[in-house]
Nanobody, 114 residues
Framework: QVHLAESGGGLVQSGGSLRLSCVAS????????MSWYRQIPGKERELVAS???????NYADSVKGRFTISRDTAKNTAYLQMNNLKPEDTAVYYC????????WGKGTQVTVSS
């Protein structure tokens, strides 16, 4: 079984930056996809960015050019560097792991004030 631990959320002003981290522990499969999703109350959870263990990445159009996902495979850690944050980026951000199975983290709140 895989467990995910997220950190790095918080309150930031518009235009600021935050870096989220997600550490996977347990039976982590060598080939995997780690992703960040976000959700605001009343709306569906949406994909923000994903990264494969082979180095491929994918981004939502709304964050392209502002957010960067990266992975440290040796540490089983995924990062989401968020720059030029906007109030509409305010959400709970969830880490997601897809290897032999799928696992969600508990989420971390990101709040961007205008």
């Amino acid at each position: 079984q895989v467990h995910l631990a997220e950190s790095g959320g918080g309150l930031v002003q518009s235009g600021g930056s935050l870096r989220l981290s997600c550490v996977a522990s347990g039976n982590v499969f060598r080939l995997s996809i780690m992703s960040w999703y976000r959700q605001i109350p009343g709306k569906e959870r949406e994909l923000v960015a994903s990264a494969t263990s082979g180095g491929g990445t994918n981004y939502a159009d709304s964050v392209k050019g502002r957010f960067t996902i990266s992975r440290d495979t040796a540490k089983n850690t995924a990062y989401l560097q968020m720059n030029n944050l906007k109030p509409e980026d305010t959400a709970v951000y969830y880490c997601h792991y897809q290897g032999m199975g799928r696992v969600w983290g508990k989420g971390t709140q990101v709040t961007v004030s205008s």
